[in-house]
């Protein structure tokens, strides 16, 4: 018996050491990146991720545009459901890292926390996803792609002859593929298996549909790695590449910024790595309907159908959960009334928020474990409203 346990052991032993020898880069790679998810490390990782996982560049322009400054102080308290809270209490509680003001092309406010400054690459985690919206829409614009309405299968030869084949680019964009996947428990096998060297595509494709696309939202990251990996075969460049010259060399940002890779591919559904700066930049460059000092960067009938909510699935359907009060578009969320506002959203507190009316754009980011609880989606949108009313009427 002792015999066979002996062989038994050995062979766990020699399989143990053959996955390290093949695996061990991987291994190495996903303890590093657990560890950069403990609480305790949140936030010097969301300034540093594309340090610690592996990453590509995306180089500036030789163009700067820089900001003028017109600094106001920032409010002292903002009202919600009828209690004042304190302005600085809800930074510190939601582990703001960063937060900047631009009212009228100029900066109202700029401030930094938790070690970091201007120079600093902020995690942009699901913020990621509208940047990758605007590359859809520049691939249809120059014809590599022909319409929202093709079968998403037409790009990903894996899709083909499933019923994948159903589902369109509308439908990835507005969050309502149908596919059967949870995003809370499914996102980190995939993602694990993706770093083994597994296709994302062969693995999305074994999930198949729970609901008729197009008839139901569910919010599902891996509707955005559909979207990139569509973009990067139709256009034959890599994600980064694409975005490097079709957006991030032409805006005048001030600094190179970083895509994170899963397999070597850039991770879709959230791994840029952008200054404070350059995430207003981007997002004035949607408020200004696509156009940078005259050229039109991202075409104008996209940025208004990004931020349609058109069809009864993509508007707000006020179930209580986290971010569910607010509308959807083609990776925006808009959140109800009057100001055609429009923001991203990224987890743990990442946010651009944009408000046409008034000509403002907060950008705020976080380390924020907590960002779903205590109707802290909720508080985050009345202090950007009560910061945009003060800022507009100075």
């Known amino acids: 018996m002792k015999k066979y346990f002996r062989i038994g052991l050995a062979i766990v032993v020699v ?4 996955i390290g020898i093949a695996y061990g880069d991987t291994i190495l790679l996903i303890y590093r990146s657990i560890n950069a998810f403990k609480e305790e490390n949140l936030a010097h990782s969301f300034q540093t991720m594309y340090e610690i996982q592996p990453s590509t560049k995306i180089s500036k322009g030789e163009k700067v545009s820089k900001f003028e400054y017109d600094l106001v102080p920032l409010i002292d308290t903002f009202n919600f459901q009828g209690k004042d809270l304190s302005t600085e209490a809800f930074l510190k509680e939601t582990k703001t890292s960063g937060l900047l003001v631009v009212a009228n092309n100029k900066i109202a406010y700029e401030k930094y926390y938790l070690g970091s400054d201007e120079n600093t ?12 919206s605007a590359l859809v829409g520049i691939a249809i614009d120059e014809g590599y792609i022909e319409s929202v309405n093709d079968s998403v299968a037409k790009y990903i030869k894996e899709f083909r002859n499933t019923e994948m084949e159903k589902i369109t680019i509308k439908d ?14 499914d996102m980190s096998k995939i993602s694990m298996t993706n770093m083994f060297g597994i296709s994302k595509m062969k693995s999305i494709v074994k999930f198949g549909l729970a609901h008729e696309p197009g ?23 890599s994600l980064s590449d694409y975005m490097q010259e079709k957006i991030w060399s032409q805006i005048g940002v001030e600094k190179d910024a970083y895509w994170t890779l899963s397999n070597n591919k850039e991770l879709a559904n959230g791994g840029l790595h952008i200054s404070l700066r350059d995430y207003a930049r981007f997002g004035k460059l949607y408020m200004n309907h696509g156009i940078f000092e005259g050229k039109q960067i991202i075409p104008e009938s996209w940025i208004k159908d990004s931020i349609a909510t058109n069809a009864p699935h993509l508007k707000a359907p006020h179930d209580g959960k986290p971010y569910s009060e ?12 009057d100001q055609n506002e429009f923001m991203a959203i990224g987890v743990f507190g990442q946010w651009i928020y944009i408000n046409p009316n008034k000509n403002v754009i907060i950008v705020k980011t976080s380390a924020h474990s907590g960002f779903e ?11 950007f409203r009560a910061i945009t009313n003060d800022v507009s009427n100075q």
């Open 15 to 18: 399989g143990i050491m053959t």
């Open 121 to 132: 690459r902020f995690s942009s985690n699901s913020v990621c996803k509208s940047f990758v």
């Open 172 to 185: 990835c964009l507005q969050m309502s593929s149908g596919i059967d996947f949870d995003e809370a428990t």
């Open 215 to 237: 008839t139901y939202r569910a919010y599902s990251s891996i509707n955005t790695d559909i979207l990139g990996e569509i973009v990067s075969n139709a256009t034959g460049y």
């Open 326 to 337: 607010l509308g959807y578009g083609y990776q925006w969320w808009i959140p109800e009334g």
């Open 373 to 383: 609880e205590d109707d802290n989606e909720k508080k985050t949108l009345e202090l």
